[in-house]
């Protein structure tokens, strides 16, 4: 085990399963002591219950439960340094399908739910002189997209923008606001909702021929969470494999 987040709180909210668990047993294995939050009562006590965490339910859409979860944090520990927000939801809906309470459904969880996070952790950082802001992104949306997911694409160019008006705001607070956008990740959702031949085709346009773990994009969490990162605010780090960079489909070094 690594120290580099010795006796570091923190609450990371969308911690059931998937990423969000990855980022959590990170930090646990990093030193943190944790405050885990999730929709999910049952999955999500059994995460917690399974890396020796708090858990408490949490709705990241609702400012009242987001800030509740920051004060037990402080209550129970003394203290918040760090709040990852990676709760999010991803409907297949095409546009013309998509109806207003569709897109303020997904607006509420994503992006609402990022400002809701940050206001109710930075009057707590600010007094203590100290924080790390985390948020899931993507690069769906702040770099290219697919059919069906245009409200998510917003949502999710959305926090890439607030990280960066955050950032700017919090800079005086020695409290530093990023992002992770991860690309095409094999967890537990991927496994169970797409078959071995999409799977196969997603593989087949990355450089690095593989999907990325969760592990792959906790590590990057990891080191913004930590003091290695201090010099680093308003950004996001791109874990895809490389997926960014072909200009097309065919990106072999001697194509036929």
Same mark, same amino acid.
């Given at each position: 085990m690594? !120290?580099?987040?010795?006796d ?5 909210? *969308?911690?059931? +399963? ?7 047993? +990170?930090?646990?294995? @990093? ?5 885990? &939050?999730? @929709?999910d ?7 917690? #219950? ?10 990241v859409?609702?400012?009242a ?8 944090a402080?209550k129970?520990y *003394?203290r ?12 297949w ?5 998509t ?5 303020? +459904?997904?607006? !509420?969880?994503?992006l609402?739910?990022? $400002?809701?996070? #940050? ?6 950082m ?6 790390? /802001?985390l948020?899931t992104?993507?690069i769906? &949306? ?6 069906? =997911?245009? =409200?998510? #694409? ?10 960066r008006?955050?950032?700017l705001? $919090? ?7 990023n ?5 095409n /990740? ?6 169970? =909702? ?5 799977i196969?085709?997603?593989?087949? !346009?990355?450089?690095?021929g ?9 590590? @990057? ?11 680093v605010?308003g ?15 065919? $990106? +072999?070094?001697?194509?036929p």
């Open positions: 690594t !120290a580099r987040l010795q570091r709180v923190a609450l990371v909210i *969308g911690s059931s +399963r998937g990423i969000g668990k990855g980022i959590a047993q +990170r930090f646990v294995e @990093a030193g943190a002591k944790l405050l885990l &939050g999730d @929709a009562l049952e999955e999500g006590r059994a995460t917690a #219950a399974g890396m020796g965490a708090m858990f408490t339910p949490l709705n859409a609702n400012f439960e987001v800030e509740a979860a920051v004060a037990l402080v129970t *003394g918040l340094d760090i709040i990852v927000q990676n709760a999010g939801i991803y409907p809906q095409l546009i013309e399908d109806s207003a309470d569709d897109w303020d +459904r997904v607006m !509420a969880v994503n609402r739910g990022a $400002f809701n996070a #940050a206001r109710a952790a930075v009057p707590v600010k007094a203590q002189g100290y924080g790390r /802001i948020y992104s993507s769906t &949306g702040p770099h290219v997209s697919n059919p069906g =997911h245009g =409200h998510y #694409a917003a949502s999710k160019a959305g926090i890439n923008g607030f990280i008006a955050a950032a705001e $919090f800079s005086t607070y020695g409290v530093t606001v992002g992770v956008e991860p690309g /990740i094999l967890t537990e959702g991927i496994q169970e =909702h797409r078959g071995a031949e999409y196969a085709s997603m593989e087949a !346009a990355i450089p690095l593989r999907l990325g773990s969760v592990r792959d994009v906790a590590n @990057a969490f990891l080191y913004l969470a930590s003091d290695e990162a201090s010099y605010t950004t996001t780090i791109v874990v895809d494999g490389g997926q960014l960079l072909p200009e097309g489909a065919d $990106f +072999r070094i001697t194509p």
